[in-house]
């Protein structure tokens, strides 16, 4: 009898156990299903857009007649080449690759607008090599003293060959001039579907000296990427829309005002679907002038419901 008690307190031991560890397995799966939010895309539109501005103020500047402190400005296959070495601590700072010279293509279209192509030039002297961060075709507006500029994600490439070429049909020109004539969108929804980053810069009392400049980010896109491969397939859609993001030379940490909203949905299959295989969650940041390098979450839901009311680590200095 005394064997029987011992076997069976031995085997509710066991179950219970056993229980206790489908228990914390399942505590784990659920634990894998919240996550940080990502701010890596917030800061890649960032480090584009204000080089891209700054390209754009450069470029209207010189179509003003300006003359532009140590920059060599020629006659280029019909187009304006403006050339310049990289000694700007702001904006160029914020450029998510190593640049040493950088090459801006201008094709004037009227006395307030152009197009133009930019090439940021990394120089490796013991190689002989480049590396070229390549931002363009990109249509440039001067707008009540105001230098505004618009830029899609799949017209930015790295290259290792330094090629000078604007080559544009009229039928784009045209089309690019209409997108960013089109006036900034102030709903999440619309920013969106706009698919395109619109850039306007403030160049201050100076139109040579660019380290007063501000630059202000609205637009928004969707990336859907698929994976296919033996052991599973992926999916993932991820939008994101900025609404009057503000960048300030005061601050290189953090923009001092605007919101930023991201939805993502990210799924994994295979033999073994778990639920940290999948992210589904919806994310509004904001900022602040308090320049700490940290972006606030007042709103989040499904993934990224734990980040709700904190505050995150955010800086736009990180490449």
């Not at 920059?71 to 296959?77: G, L, M, P, S």
């Not at 980053?197 to 609205?218: A, K, L």
């Not at 859907?224 to 829309?241: C, R």
């Not at 005002?257 to 778990?274: K, Y």
Request: with cysteine; proline share 5%; hydrophobic share 40%.
């Amino acid at each position: 009898m005394k064997a029987a008690s011992k076997y069976l307190a031995w085997l509710f031991l066991f179950l219970f156990l056993s229980g206790c560890e489908q228990l914390e397995q399942k505590a784990d799966t659920v634990r894998g299903f919240f996550r940080q939010p990502p701010v890596l895309p917030v800061i890649e539109v960032i480090q584009t857009s204000v080089p891209t501005g700054f390209c754009a103020v450069v470029s209207m500047a010189d179509q003003l007649g300006h003359t532009i402190p140590g920059a060599d400005v020629c006659n280029y296959n019909g187009l304006s080449l403006i050339h310049m070495e990289n000694n700007h601590e702001y904006p160029l700072s914020l450029l998510p690759v190593p640049c040493d010279e950088i090459y801006i293509l201008r094709l004037g279209m009227d006395e307030d607008m152009c197009m133009i192509s930019s090439f940021f030039v990394s120089n490796d002297h013991l190689s002989g090599q480049q590396k070229i961060y390549h931002i363009g075709p990109v249509p440039v507006m001067l707008d009540d003293q105001h230098v505004r500029a618009i830029f899609v994600r799949n017209h930015v490439s790295v290259e290792d060959e330094l090629n000078l070429e604007l080559k544009l049909s009229r039928g784009e020109i045209d089309l690019a001039i209409e997108r960013l004539k089109v006036p900034n969108p102030d709903d999440v929804s619309v920013a969106v579907e706009q698919d395109a980053w619109v850039i306007e810069v403030m160049p201050g009392n100076t139109w040579t000296d660019f380290s007063d400049d501000t630059f202000m980010v609205t637009g928004g896109e969707q990336d859907v990427s698929t994976i296919s491969a033996p052991e599973g397939n992926a999916a993932s859609v991820l939008q994101m829309a900025m609404i009057g993001l503000m960048i300030d030379p005061a601050c290189l940490r953090n923009p001092v005002s605007g919101i930023t909203v991201l939805r993502e949905i990210s799924v994994e299959t295979g033999s073994d679907n778990r639920l940290e295989d999948l992210v589904l969650g919806t994310i509004l940041y904001t900022f602040e002038k308090s320049c700490k390098g940290r972006i606030k979450v007042p709103v989040a839901t499904g993934s990224f419901i734990l980040s709700l009311g904190q505050e995150i680590e955010f800086n736009m200095m990180d490449n």
